[in-house]
């Protein structure tokens, strides 16, 4: 028998990110098997983020409570019996030790969240002393204030500001039954002031709010067509805190939260996406699911703003038996953070 002549089967490329994205487009994706869907978002992953480390972000609230705002979501309105009370804004002293315990704990990032519908300039003072005070201890500074006006977030970049959080939270078709006192448009407005301003973006959502799947495919392609992608893409599962509105709203699927993870890393291969408000009702097994999946971020700490978290020491034992490392983050100015969980995870 004449040798057969041998073929060379090139290897299998990394599927590019597309865009724009359509709803339809990233619907199929949801829908795809699950194990196929976490092969392709784990491939991507390891394409755009080799070193396999997670960001490791703690959240505080430097105002809490008393806000205007109607999310059917949020324990801090002023609008829902909840058991908020509304504080004044932290003082300097007590935010720099919060980052500062955060920061010994091994975050990387500080996140500073107050309840206002938007600041006044006056507050934006005080909050860029707030800024300034996180960013002295070599941490990476983040806030989530509401909407800005343009010089709103100038001023804050000019304070040292590196990341704002603001979220779409869920799809437009769907956003008016989860709020009625602002626009979705609002959102978008605030997160242009945000780019203009030279301030990397932090905007995701939050699932389990009784959407449709479709609405999940919308609120991904709204964040992956946005021009760019935001950085950091926090996913939230809906905490049912009583007194809200949405208390009584269907959980979400785990496995429908591990899908939402994968598809954000397809569609925004480049951004941090991180496992947000919720993660204390996944467990391990599922959680580990979703670091397979592409996250590669997580809030840190046992409380964000006024809801429950895993704590530093389950969250440590957690990544050692993954194997997961923290990540190691450079702050302009600062040299190197050190981030990781101690010699744990490591």
């Known amino acids: 028998m004449a040798p057969q002549p041998v073929q060379l089967h090139p290897r299998a490329s990394v599927p590019a990110a597309q865009g724009p994205w359509t709803v339809e487009a990233i619907q199929a994706l949801l829908d795809k ?19 396999g ?29 909840t058991g908020v009370q509304a504080q004044k804004l932290l003082s300097v002293e007590e935010v720099t030790a919060a980052a500062q315990a955060a920061k010994d704990a091994g975050a990387t990032r500080f996140c500073m969240g107050a309840a206002w519908r938007a600041p006044k300039d006056r507050d934006i003072e005080k909050v860029s002393a707030l800024i300034g005070a996180v960013k002295g201890l070599g941490l990476q500074t983040c806030a ?24 779409l939270d869920t799809a437009p078709e769907y956003y008016t039954d989860v709020v009625s006192t602002r626009q979705y448009q609002d959102r978008l407005d605030t997160l242009q002031a945000v ?65 939402v993870i994968a ?9 941090r996406v991180r496992l947000s408000a919720g993660r204390q009702q996944l467990g391990e097994a599922v959680q580990a699911l979703c670091f397979l999946a592409g996250a590669n971020s997580i809030f840190y700490g046992d409380k964000l703003l006024v809801t429950g978290n ?21 702050v302009a100015g600062e040299g190197s953070a050190r981030a990781g969980c101690g010699t744990a995870c490591s």
Request: with cysteine.
């Open 33 to 51: 098997p699950l194990l196929d869907l976490l092969f392709q978002a784990q491939t991507v992953h390891r394409a755009h983020w080799p070193a």
């Open 53 to 81: 480390d997670i960001e490791l972000a703690t959240l505080l609230s430097v105002k809490t409570g008393g806000c205007p705002e109607n999310c059917g979501y949020c324990p801090q309105s002023a609008e829902f019996d």
């Open 144 to 167: 989530t204030l509401g909407m800005l006006e343009p010089h709103q977030a100038q001023h804050l970049k000019a304070a040292g500001l590196d990341y704002y959080n603001h979220n």
């Open 195 to 259: 780019r203009a301003a030279g301030i990397s973006v932090c905007c995701g959502g939050i699932v389990g709010m009784g959407e449709a799947p479709v609405h999940r495919a919308g609120l991904i392609a709204q964040l992956a067509n946005l021009q760019p992608y935001p950085e950091s893409v926090p996913i939230n599962s809906l905490v049912r805190v009583p007194g809200t509105p949405l208390a009584d709203s269907e959980p979400i699927d785990p496995l429908d939260f591990v899908r």
């Open 263 to 271: 598809v954000a890393r397809i569609t925004m291969p480049r951004a």
């Open 310 to 330: 895993p704590d530093v020491q389950a969250d440590v034992q957690l990544l050692a038996k993954l194997g997961l490392a923290g990540h190691r983050a450079e």
